[in-house]
């Protein structure tokens, strides 16, 4: 039998949980330690899960015998969690965004590098079997030329129902806001529109809210070298415009504007991602699990193949233990957690200087 890829995770809180869920019972992924700073918490999950609680990380760097480090903690914490790990030779997979400032990323990925260890990113959404099956058919041409990639999540119930992440995750006037803005979620399209269209961003213009300031609408225009163009569109104090035959069942696991939807309910306003190219187009349902081909020949449904969130959790710590365990090429590098934090911090300078911000 295989070895299994013995992780530890640090920070156990709603994404360190999934995490747990998703590794649950898996052939080659053991979990055997965790740090979490919330007592109660550690010791439940460590309970369920059966690892090793810690409430200090470094004391379990130093105690447990690992093949990686999951980093789920907060955004402001990244940096020394991530260095500590990597000096203490251990790999790691960083959560998203892979930090607060850019700097701190590039500080991230020198000290992996000095250490010689992988530091991977945790762009899960390139793992949701609907993404992977629209990234190969646009690889193969089926849509021919991306002209546009774009996404939006319009919809709430109104200003008292905007849900801020507050200054735990995206300290006081740091780039934040809401889960489903620029910065919680955009991040994840921003990785995959530079994916799809394989293509680095060279100029963007948009507004992104900063922690603890009055919250307006997000959006982002991605110009990319290839001549195509990326749009988000986000907003969460408002209502959603979408009627009751337009939406559909999830078969995924999925975070909405109205918060986590389990498997196999009814979703009145799906995510989805658009993506046209001049031969044909996507209609990619990441979460729900449904993809939809449309060129001159109509519309079809594509058979989809793989693990449904939350298991492309599972999937990306298959790569990962891929590289680790049999030396295969990272599938996701720190470089690009660092290439979209470069557009989304280009955003926040676009506004801020009122012109297109152009990349590096």
Not at 63 to 89: F, N, R
Not at 230 to 242: I, K, Q, V
Not at 311 to 331: K, N, R, V, Y
Not at 350 to 356: C, Q
Request: hydrophobic fraction near 45%; glycine fraction near 12%; aromatic fraction near 8%.
């Amino acid at each position: 039998m295989a070895r299994k890829l013995r992780i530890g995770i640090v920070g156990l809180g709603g994404v360190g949980a999934v995490h747990l869920e998703a590794y649950r019972d898996h052939p080659r992924i053991e979990v055997v330690a965790g740090a979490e700073l919330d007592a109660t918490r550690l010791r439940d999950l460590a309970a369920k899960h059966r690892f090793n609680p810690y409430a200090d990380f470094r004391r379990m760097l130093a105690e447990e015998t690992l093949d990686l480090v999951c980093v789920a903690t907060t955004v402001a914490t990244h940096e020394e969690v991530t260095i500590a790990c990597v000096q203490a030779g251990k790999p790691v997979l960083c959560e998203k965004p892979i930090a607060g400032t850019v700097e701190a990323a590039k500080r991230m990925i020198a000290a992996a590098a000095a250490a010689g260890v992988p530091l991977f990113y945790g762009a899960t959404y390139r793992f949701l079997p609907a993404v992977r099956r629209a990234r190969e058919l646009i690889q193969s041409g089926a849509i021919g030329k991306v002209l546009l990639m774009r996404e939006q999540e319009v919809g709430g119930t109104g200003p008292e129902g905007r849900h801020l992440m507050g200054f735990a995750h995206y300290p006081k006037g740091t780039p934040g806001g809401s889960g489903f803005g620029l910065v919680d979620h955009g991040i994840h399209l921003i990785d995959l529109f530079g994916w799809f269209a394989a293509s680095p961003v060279e100029s963007v213009f948009g507004r992104g809210n900063l922690s603890g300031e009055t919250a307006a609408t997000e959006y982002l225009l991605m110009n990319f070298q290839s001549g195509a163009l990326g749009h988000l569109l986000y907003e969460d104090a408002t209502f959603s415009t979408n009627l009751p035959g337009e939406g559909l069942f999830s078969w995924g696991s999925a975070w909405t504007l109205q918060g986590y939807v389990p498997p196999g309910q009814w979703q009145a306003a799906p995510g989805s991602i658009h993506v046209h190219g001049d031969q044909g187009a996507l209609r990619i349902f990441h979460y729900a699990n449904q993809l939809f081909l449309t060129d001159k020949d109509g519309t079809r449904q594509i058979a989809l193949e793989g693990r449904h969130a939350p298991g492309h959790f599972a999937a990306q710590m298959e790569a990962c233990a891929a590289t680790i365990l049999d030396g295969a090429p990272a599938a996701v590098t720190g470089e690009d957690g660092l290439a979209a934090l470069e557009v989304l911090m280009a955003a926040y300078r676009s506004f801020k200087e009122k012109k297109v911000a152009c990349i590096r």
